[in-house]
C-alpha cells in the first residue's frame, strides 16, 4: 500500500512540467515537497530547501520558544506553530532545522512535521507555496545535493535515474487524460487570455494595419470575465474542496449485505468525527468519517437501516436521490450472491462514482477463486470492484486506495462541475488569477499596453503551465486567424 | 579557366542590406575584406517596401546604430519621411518607421563601401564554395568567371536569389527579384557540403506611376512634426533638412466590393492556388488574393502609397502585394478609387527561392559543420531589410573575429532584439519567412528603441566599431541618465512650494499632503517629465533622450525589477557552457526528443537548451547533473 501511496503523491507533484515560453530553469529559487507518503500517516514530513527556507518560515512559522529559534543553531526541532498567509492556524508542527552546507541538499534545509492527514499536510503545502516557494520537481532535492558536491560521482547517476524516469512516468499523466470536462475549461480559459493578449499584441506589432482595438472598458470587462472564471474554478478545486469539506458518500445495497457492519467498521476505524460539516445540511448527514485522510460525508439513506425494505417506497426514493447527489456511491454486494435489479441500475447510472464491494468473500468456498464469483454479473464488467470482509477486516486498505487515487486523479466529483485536481494545476491556476488580478489593475490605473501585456503574458504562461502549449505560437496564431495583416 | 584572383581575410557574396553591413564591420575592424555582388548597380536594393523600422524593426535598427552599423545613418540621410508609430501604446513599443528614397540609400551605401579603407568592391557570380581538403574549413569561392579568391572565412548573403522563380499569374521563369537573374548553381554547392536547404516565397505589389493617381480619393498621411531619427549620431535628411513641412506624404485609400469581385472572378488564375507555387509564404505579410479569400466577410482593404523617391516617379502599392495575372493586376488596381487611370510600372510578383535551415548555424551565424562559413539575411530564411541587415553586422563581425584569432559574439534575449531575431533563428528553427515582431521578445520592457544605444554602445566599442563620436555622445546621454535619477532620488518639494498645486492640478493628480520626492511625482502615472520640469527648471538643462528614459525606468521600476529578476536567472543558465564536442547520444537519462533536438541545435549553453522546443526542464537537469560529472571527472 505504501509504493502506491507514493505513487499517488509522486503524481500529483510530479504532474508533467512543461516548458513554458521564456522558461527559466531556477537552481536558487526555494522549492517545497511532501516528503512522505499521501495518506493518514501519523505525521507528515514537507521539506523545504534554498535560499529563501527561512525567511518563508520566518512569515508563517511561529516557534514556541522564539529566543532559541533566533539563535539559528544547527541540527535543532523546534516546536511551534503553521499559520497560512491570513494567521490562521493551521496546524501544531516541528520544524527541523539543517543548514548549508551541512544539510542534505547543501542549501539551507527546514522540515515540517505536522500531523497526520492528506488535509493539513496539503494545507501546509499550499501556504508554502503562496509564500514563494516553488513545487520540487522529481529528484530535485538529489540534484541539488549532487551539484551542491554532497554526493559523489557514483550517486550522480542514481539522481539522473530519478530526474528522468520519473518524468517518463509523468509524462504518461498528460493533460488529455484529465476529465474532459476540465480540460475543456483550462483550454476556454487560456482562449480568452490569448483573445485579449492578441488584441493589444497586434495593435502593437501592427500599428497600421486594420486591426480592430478594444477600449479600456471592453478590455476590463473581458479581463474580469476571465478572472471570475479563473477564480469559480479555483473555489471549486478538486483536492482543496474534497479535502476542506469531504466527499459526499453513500452505501447502497440490498438489506443484510453488510451495511451497517460496514459503517460500524468504519466509525470504528475513525480518527476523527466531524461535526462541523460546512456546505452540507446537518441534519441529513448522519456520520462523517475518515478514510485514507479523505473524509467520507455519509448521507442518511434509507439504505443504512438493517432491515429497512428497499422495495418501501418512501426508502427507494431517498435512496434514489442520494445516489443522484453523492460523489462517490459504495455498493455493497455479497460476493456469489445474484444481483438485484437495483444494484444493476445503480451500476448503469452512476458507473463513474461507484465503486463495488464484493462482501462476504469469507463466506465463499476456499477452494474458488474470489474473481469467479465478483465479476460473475456482466454490469461488473470493467468495474472497480473490491474483494470484501468487513467480519475478516479485508479490502479497507484497498478501498482506501482508491479513494485516494480518485480524489487526486481528479476523477471524483460531479461531471457536470469541471474541477481541479491537483497541488500543481492549482497553483498554476492561483497564479494566473493573481496575474489577471494585477492586469485588472492596470488597466483601471490606464496602464499602457505594453505593460498591461506583461501582466497578461504571465497569466497566459501559468494556464499553460497546465496546458502544455507552445505560447508564442498559439498567439501568432490567433492574430492571424483574427486580423487581416499585411502590406 | 580558374585562377587565383586574391586573398582576403573575409570574403562577403552579396551585397545587400546583409552583405553590406556584414562587408562593412569586417573592413572596420582592420580584415581585408571582398564583396562580391552580382551587379554593382543594385548595391542596398530595397526590391519591396521603400521603408524601414516599425516596431521590432525600427528597435533592430537603433540596434544596428548603436552598434555601429551603417543602415540607420543611411536611413536618416535619405529619409523622406519620418513617423513614431505606437505613441499611444506604451514606452517599449514605440517605434520610428521612415519613408527612405531608394535610389538615394543605393548611392548613399556604395559611396560608403567605395570610401571604407581595407574593403574591395566587385562584381561577379559566387558558384561554388571551396573547402580545404580534410578538415572542411572554407578555403574560399570560385566565380563564374574562373576567379578564385581565397579567405578563411566567408560570409554568404545572398538573399532571395538562390534558384530564384519568380511566378506571375500562368507566368513562371527563373529570376531573382526586380528583374535580376538568379543564382543557379550555388544551392548545389551548398547541398553537397552537407547543408539542408528548404524553400520558401515572398511576394511584392505592382508599383505605378504617381502622375496617374487622383489623390484627391486618397487620405494624406503626412510625417511627424518633431521628427525622429534612427542614428544616434546627429544626422539629417539630405532632401528636408529638419523642415518637417517639406516632408514626401503617404497616401491611404481603399479596395472596394468591385476589387474583391475581380480577385474571385479570377482565382483559378492565382498561382497561390492553382498550385504552382510551392514555397511557404509569410503569414503577417498575404497577398491580396489571400486577403480576400481569408477574410471574406471584409468589404475593403486598405491601400497605402508609398513615394519611392524624392524625385522618382513611382508609387509602391502597399497592401496590395499580388502574384495575378499582369492583366488581372491592372483591372484590381483601377478598382481602387482614386486608381482608376493608374499605369503600372512594374507589376507584382511572387518570388520562389532556396533557404539555409537555420537551426544549421551558431549563435554567432557561423555554419557548425562547415568552420569559417557564414551566413545571414534573407537567406536564412528571415524577411525585412532591418532583420537582414542586423544578421549582416553580426556575421561580418564574427567572420572577423575569427580572422583575427578571436571567439565569436552572441547577443542575448534580454539585451537587445539583435539577440532576440537570432536566438529564435538557430534554437526554435523557422517554419515561414521570419519576422521579428516586438511580441517575440519576452523582456520587450527593457528592450526600448531609445535605450538602444545604452544597452549596446559599451558591447560596440569592445568589438571594436563603435568610433569615438559616438563613443562621447554616448557617455554624455549616459552621464545624464545617471545624474536625472539622482537629482529626482534627492529632490524633495514641500506641499507649500508655490507652482506645486497649479501642476499637480494640471496633471489631475492628488496635491501631496506632506513633503514628496520628484522621484515619487514621477512615479505617479498622470505626472510626466513635462510637469517635472515645471517644478526643477534644472532638468531642462539635461539631454531630452535621457529625461525620457529616466522617467520610463523610474516609473515603470516595478515592472522592470521583475523581468531583471528573470533575466538574471536566465543569465545564471546562460553561463553553463555546452562544449560543442557534447556526444548527446551518450549522455543518459535524457528524453528521447530532449536528445534529437539537442542534436540538431547543438545549443551553446544551457540557457539556449532550455529554450529548445522538445527539450524539457528534467532534460535540463540532467545537463546540468552531467556537466558537474564531467567537471569532477576533469578534476579527478
Not at chain 1, 430 to 458: F, H, K, N, T, Y
Not at chain 2, 506 to 523: C, F, H, K, M, N
Request: net charge negative.
Amino acid at each position: 500500500m505504501d509504493s502506491e501511496a507514493g505513487q499517488v503523491l509522486f503524481l500529483i507533484l510530479a504532474r508533467s512540467f512543461v516548458p513554458r515560453e521564456g522558461m527559466v530553469v531556477d537552481m536558487n529559487d526555494t522549492i517545497v515537497a511532501l516528503a512522505t507518503a499521501i495518506g493518514d500517516t501519523g505525521i507528515h514530513i514537507l521539506r523545504l530547501s534554498g535560499p529563501e527556507a527561512e525567511s518563508l518560515l520566518e512569515r508563517c512559522f511561529v516557534p514556541k520558544n522564539k529566543k532559541r529559534w533566533l539563535q539559528r543553531e544547527n541540527f535543532t526541532l523546534h516546536y511551534g506553530i503553521l499559520q497560512d498567509e491570513n494567521n490562521k492556524t493551521l496546524d501544531e508542527v516541528l520544524v527541523g532545522r539543517m543548514l548549508k552546507p551541512t544539510s542534505y541538499t547543501g542549501e539551507d534545509v527546514y522540515e515540517i512535521n505536522c500531523h497526520g492527514g492528506a488535509f493539513v499536510a496539503q494545507r501546509i503545502l499550499q501556504a508554502c507555496l503562496r509564500q514563494g516557494a516553488r513545487l520540487a520537481e522529481p529528484g530535485e532535492f538529489s540534484k541539488r545535493a549532487f551539484l551542491n558536491g554532497k554526493m559523489d560521482l557514483v550517486q550522480a547517476e542514481a539522481v539522473i535515474d530519478l530526474i528522468s524516469s520519473r518524468t517518463e512516468a509523468a509524462a504518461d499523466l498528460a493533460f488529455n487524460q484529465l476529465s474532459g470536462g476540465l480540460s475543456e475549461v483550462i483550454v476556454g480559459l487560456r482562449e480568452k487570455i490569448i483573445e485579449v493578449l492578441a488584441f493589444i499584441e497586434a495593435g502593437i506589432d501592427f500599428p497600421e494595419d486594420e486591426v480592430e482595438t478594444l477600449d479600456r472598458i471592453a478590455l476590463e470587462s473581458k479581463i474580469q470575465n476571465t478572472l471570475q472564471e479563473g477564480r469559480y474554478l479555483l473555489a471549486g478545486s478538486q483536492t482543496g474542496r474534497i479535502i476542506r469539506d469531504g466527499l459526499l458518500t453513500v452505501i447502497v445495497g440490498r438489506p443484510n449485505v453488510g451495511k451497517s457492519s460496514l459503517l460500524n467498521a468504519l466509525l470504528g476505524e475513525d480518527r476523527a468525527i466531524v461535526t462541523d460539516i460546512p456546505g452540507t445540511t446537518r441534519d441529513e448527514i448522519r456520520e462523517a468519517v475518515q478514510l485514507g485522510g479523505i473524509r467520507l460525508n455519509l448521507i442518511d439513506t434509507a439504505g443504512f437501516c438493517e432491515g429497512e425494505d428497499l422495495v418501501e417506497q418512501l426508502g427507494i426514493e431517498r435512496t434514489w436521490k442520494a445516489a443522484q447527489r453523492a460523489e462517490l456511491i459504495l455498493l455493497v454486494v455479497q460476493a456469489g450472491v445474484p444481483w438485484t435489479k437495483d444494484d444493476c441500475r445503480i451500476l448503469t447510472l452512476y458507473p463513474e462514482k461507484t465503486v463495488i464491494l464484493a462482501n462476504k468473500i469469507d463466506l465463499l468456498p476456499p477452494e474458488k477463486a474470489v474473481s469467479d464469483f465478483v465479476c460473475a454479473e456482466e454490469a461488473c464488467k470493467d468495474m472497480v470492484w473490491i474483494p470484501f470482509s468487513v467480519f475478516l477486516h479485508q479490502g479497507f486498505e484497498e478501498l482506501e486506495s482508491e479513494i485516494r487515487r480518485r480524489v487526486y486523479g481528479g476523477k471524483v466529483g460531479p461531471s457536470s462541475e469541471p474541477l481541479l485536481s491537483n497541488v500543481r494545476q492549482i497553483s498554476a491556476l492561483e497564479g494566473c488569477c493573481m496575474a489577471l488580478e494585477q492586469a485588472l489593475e492596470s488597466v483601471r490605473q490606464g496602464m499602457p499596453w505594453d505593460i498591461l501585456s506583461i501582466d497578461l503574458r504571465e497569466s497566459l504562461r501559468f494556464v499553460s503551465e497546465m496546458t502544455g502549449h507552445d505560447v508564442q505560437e498559439a498567439l501568432l496564431e490567433d492574430i492571424f486567424s483574427r486580423f487581416c495583416i499585411g502590406k | 579557366m580558374e585562377y587565383l584572383a586574391g586573398k582576403y581575410d573575409v570574403i562577403v557574396v552579396g551585397a545587400g542590406h546583409a552583405g553590406c553591413e556584414a562587408a562593412l564591420a569586417a573592413a572596420r575592424l582592420g580584415c581585408e575584406t571582398l564583396l562580391l555582388t552580382l551587379n554593382i548597380d543594385t548595391i542596398a536594393h530595397m526590391p519591396c517596401n521603400p521603408s524601414l523600422g516599425g516596431p521590432a524593426k525600427g528597435h533592430l535598427v537603433r540596434e544596428i546604430d548603436a552598434l555601429g552599423g551603417q543602415m540607420g545613418i543611411i536611413a536618416d540621410w535619405t529619409s523622406l519621411q519620418a513617423r513614431v508609430l505606437n505613441t499611444g501604446k506604451g514606452p517599449a513599443v514605440q517605434a520610428l518607421r521612415i519613408q527612405t528614397d531608394k535610389q538615394a540609400y543605393q548611392n548613399r551605401m556604395r559611396e560608403v563601401l567605395f570610401a571604407q579603407p581595407k574593403l574591395t568592391l566587385l562584381q561577379g557570380l559566387a558558384e561554388k564554395l571551396l573547402l580545404h581538403k580534410g578538415n572542411r574549413g572554407v578555403k574560399g569561392i570560385r566565380t563564374r568567371s574562373g576567379a578564385r579568391f581565397e579567405a578563411e572565412n566567408v560570409v554568404l548573403t545572398s538573399g532571395t536569389y538562390l534558384q530564384g522563380k519568380v511566378i506571375i499569374g500562368d507566368v513562371m521563369y527563373a529570376g531573382g527579384p526586380n528583374g535580376q537573374s538568379p543564382v543557379l548553381t550555388l544551392s548545389d554547392s551548398l547541398r553537397e557540403l552537407g547543408l539542408e536547404l528548404g524553400r520558401f516565397k515572398t511576394g511584392t505589389p505592382p508599383r505605378i506611376q504617381r502622375q496617374s493617381v487622383d489623390y484627391a480619393k486618397f487620405r494624406l498621411q503626412p510625417g511627424d512634426e518633431k521628427c525622429g531619427r534612427f542614428s544616434f549620431l546627429p544626422t539629417e535628411s539630405q532632401f528636408w533638412h529638419r523642415d518637417y513641412t517639406r516632408q514626401v506624404p503617404c497616401w491611404l485609400g481603399y479596395t472596394t466590393s468591385q476589387t474583391h469581385a475581380i480577385i474571385r472572378e479570377n482565382l483559378h488564375r492565382a498561382p497561390l492556388y492553382s498550385g504552382k507555387i510551392e514555397g511557404i509564404g509569410p503569414r503577417y505579410c498575404p497577398s491580396i488574393e489571400d486577403k480576400i479569400v481569408k477574410f471574406a466577410q471584409r468589404e475593403s482593404h486598405q491601400i497605402f502609397l508609398e513615394p519611392e523617391g524624392w524625385q522618382s516617379d513611382e508609387l509602391y502599392v502597399a497592401g496590395l502585394s499580388t502574384s495575378m495575372p499582369e492583366d488581372v493586376q491592372t483591372q484590381i488596381l483601377q478598382s481602387v478609387p482614386g486608381l482608376e487611370k493608374a499605369n503600372i510600372l512594374r507589376p507584382g510578383y511572387a518570388i520562389e527561392y532556396d533557404y539555409v535551415k537555420p537551426h544549421q548555424l551558431s549563435l554567432g551565424l557561423e555554419v557548425r559543420q562547415l568552420p569559417g562559413l557564414y551566413t545571414a539575411g534573407q537567406l536564412n530564411g528571415t524577411s525585412g531589410y532591418e532583420e537582414a541587415a542586423a544578421q549582416g553586422l553580426l556575421a561580418g563581425v564574427n567572420a572577423a573575429r575569427r580572422a583575427m584569432g578571436q571567439e565569436p559574439v552572441h547577443f542575448l534575449r534580454s539585451e537587445s532584439y539583435l539577440g532576440v531575431l537570432i536566438d529564435d533563428l538557430v534554437t526554435k528553427g523557422i517554419k515561414e519567412p521570419y519576422r521579428l515582431l516586438t511580441s517575440r521578445a519576452e523582456y520587450r520592457l527593457v528592450l526600448r528603441q531609445n535605450n538602444a544605444d545604452l544597452r549596446l554602445t559599451e558591447k560596440g566599442r569592445r568589438i571594436g566599431l563603435v568610433d569615438e563620436e559616438r563613443w562621447r555622445i554616448f557617455h554624455k546621454k549616459k552621464e545624464d541618465f545617471q545624474g536625472i535619477r539622482t537629482l529626482w532620488k534627492s529632490t524633495f518639494f514641500s506641499p507649500l512650494q508655490e507652482n506645486l498645486h497649479a501642476v499637480m492640478s494640471e496633471a489631475q493628480s492628488t496635491p501631496p499632503r506632506g513633503g514628496v520626492s520628484a522621484e515619487e511625482l514621477i512615479r505617479r502615472p498622470e505626472i510626466n517629465v513635462g510637469h517635472l520640469q515645471k517644478l526643477l527648471p534644472e532638468l531642462n538643462e539635461f539631454d531630452q533622450d535621457a529625461l525620457e528614459e529616466a522617467e520610463i525606468e523610474t516609473k515603470y521600476a516595478g515592472y522592470i525589477d521583475k523581468l531583471w529578476i528573470d533575466i538574471e536567472r536566465l543569465t545564471k543558465l546562460e553561463s553553463h557552457f555546452l562544449p560543442t564536442d557534447l556526444d548527446y547520444e551518450n549522455i543518459r537519462g535524457l528524453s528521447t526528443e530532449g536528445r534529437q533536438r539537442l542534436k540538431e541545435v547543438s545549443p551553446l549553453n544551457l540557457g539556449q537548451a532550455s529554450r529548445i522546443t522538445g527539450v524539457n526542464p528534467a532534460d535540463i537537469s540532467v545537463l546540468l547533473v552531467f556537466l558537474e560529472q564531467r567537471r569532477r571527472g576533469g578534476n579527478q
